[in-house]
């Protein structure tokens, strides 16, 4: 079955101490996206990837990081979370950047930063 | 500056009755329209999009939209709304060159189903 899967669907954490949320799709796709939910926010890019070894900032990165090694994996790191990121997190894939391929996204990770 | 407006925070409606949640966008050229559902506990998941053409597009799960250039507006509708509906509705504004990377989300319209 084509899905994204994220791991894990809900993590409570203390500030300071470094997480990685993984995200992983089967689907051959080159683009990987991290999104954050908040109410009210709605959904604002983290980071994303057109491809292995490429990365690039979305629209609200502080804080976070990522890596693309392999093309079915792309992880997000916080490396010293802090109560402000607390939210939901969504994994996102596509076959390609251009025309506007369907994003698939994972059922989400929430997390909780005390 | 491209911006996409959904103006109903949240909606109510009754099992069967019909729908129209509604989406207005601001951009300058021919946008690239979609509406995204995410059920409860689940991903986001495209319903249907518009690119060019009818401006009339039937998606998946008996949802259609319809393209406004006049009014700037892609409105969703379903004629009769099933209780597996009820659901977060979002949706989203692309421009030129096509880019996932750059869509731009409205903040979602919360759909409440009653019995």
């Known amino acids: 079955e084509a899905q994204v899967t994220q791991n894990p669907r809900y993590l409570i954490t203390v500030t300071g101490k470094k997480l990685t949320v993984t995200c992983s799709q089967n689907?051959?796709?080159?683009?990987m996206s991290w999104y954050r939910q908040d109410p009210g926010l709605g959904l604002r890019q983290i980071y994303y990837s057109m491809n292995v070894e490429v990365t690039d900032k979305g629209d609200v990165p502080e804080g976070y990081k990522v890596s693309r090694k392999e093309k079915r994996n792309f992880p997000l790191i916080l490396e010293s979370p802090s109560p402000n990121q607390t939210s939901l997190y969504f994994c996102?894939?596509?076959?390609?950047?251009?025309?506007?391929?369907?994003?698939?996204f994972g059922n989400g990770t929430r997390l909780t930063v005390t | 500056a491209q911006s996409v407006t959904q103006p109903d925070i949240h909606i109510t409606v009754s099992e069967g009755a019909s729908l129209e949640l509604r989406c207005n966008y601001s951009y300058g050229a021919t946008p690239y329209l979609f509406w995204y559902v995410q059920s409860p506990g689940q991903g986001l998941q495209l319903l249907l999009k518009?690119?060019?053409?009818d401006t009339l597009v039937q998606g998946i799960k008996g949802f259609e939209a319809e393209f406004k250039r006049s009014q700037s507006s892609f409105n969703l509708r379903k004629p009769s709304v099933h209780w597996s509906d009820a659901a977060e509705y979002f949706c989203a504004v692309g421009g030129e060159g096509g880019n996932n990377r750059k869509l731009i989300w409205g903040l979602g319209t919360s759909l409440a189903v009653n019995p």
């Open positions: 996102a894939s596509s076959l390609g950047d251009r025309d506007f391929s369907p994003l698939h």
């Open positions: 689907m051959n796709h080159e683009y």
């Open positions: 518009y690119f060019s053409g």
